[in-house]
C-alpha cells in the first residue's frame, strides 16, 4: 500500500488563528488583509510579544477551526488505499517551549475526528522533507520537499506568490478541494 502524507493546517482543517487576533485586538481582519503568512504581523513587535503570551497560556485554535470542505470525507475514503500519515508541525521558533502545547492540541483534535486514522501514524515535525512516502499534501511549498513522486499543494492565499509553471518545475500541482485530490489519487492508485 503507498504512502500518504497529509498535513493538517490549512490543508485539513483551517481558522481559529486570525479568529483569536481579532478577538485579542477587537478588531475584523480578514486573511485578505494579512501581507504574510504570520497573522499576528498586523501588531507591532511589542504588541505582538504581549499576543503571543496571551495565545500560548490561554488558547486551543483547534476549538475553533472549520474542516476544509470534504477533507474529512475524502481522507476516510483515501484511507482504503492508501496508508496515511497525518504529518504536522508544532514548533514555533519564536517561542519554542511554549509551542510544545500545541502537539497535544493537534494530537488530540485528530483523534478526535478523524477516529480512521491509527494513532501511531501521527507525526509531529517540522522536517517533513524526511517523511519517506509515495504522495505529500500540503498548503507550504518548502513541506513538499524531500520524498514523495506525488505532490499535492492546496490552494492558499500564502502561496500564491508560486506560478504554475513554476510549481511544475519543482514537480509539484496545485490543487484546489479534496474532490480534485481524491479524483487524483484514486486515479493514481489504479
Not at 501588531?43 to 476544509?68: A, P, S
Request: charged fraction near 35%; hydrophobic fraction near 35%; glycine fraction near 2%.
Amino acid at each position: 500500500m503507498r504512502k500518504l502524507m497529509i498535513d493538517l493546517d490549512e490543508t485539513i482543517c483551517e481558522g481559529g488563528y486570525l479568529e483569536t487576533v481579532n478577538e485579542y485586538l477587537k478588531t475584523d481582519y480578514k486573511y485578505t488583509d494579512i501581507p504574510s503568512y504570520y497573522v499576528e504581523d498586523v501588531m507591532d513587535e511589542e504588541e505582538k510579544e504581549k499576543f503571543l503570551d496571551y495565545f500560548y497560556q490561554n488558547v486551543n485554535i483547534y476549538q475553533k477551526v472549520k474542516v476544509i470542505p470534504k477533507a474529512l470525507e475524502v481522507i476516510e475514503k483515501l484511507s482504503k488505499i492508501y496508508d496515511i500519515y497525518i504529518v504536522t508541525a508544532f514548533v514555533d521558533k519564536r517561542r519554542v517551549k511554549e509551542s510544545s502545547i500545541m502537539a497535544k492540541y493537534k494530537y488530540d483534535w485528530i483523534l478526535e475526528n478523524m477516529p480512521y486514522i491509527d494513532p501511531k501514524k501521527i507525526v509531529l515535525t517540522s522536517s517533513k522533507d524526511i517523511i519517506m512516502c509515495d504522495v505529500k499534501i500540503d498548503d507550504k511549498v518548502s513541506n513538499l520537499k524531500g520524498y514523495g513522486k506525488i505532490k499535492l499543494l492546496v490552494n492558499q492565499l500564502h502561496n500564491q506568490k508560486f506560478s504554475l509553471e513554476e510549481l511544475d518545475r519543482l514537480g509539484i500541482k496545485r490543487v484546489y478541494n479534496w474532490e480534485q485530490i481524491y479524483d487524483i489519487l484514486v486515479k493514481e492508485s489504479e
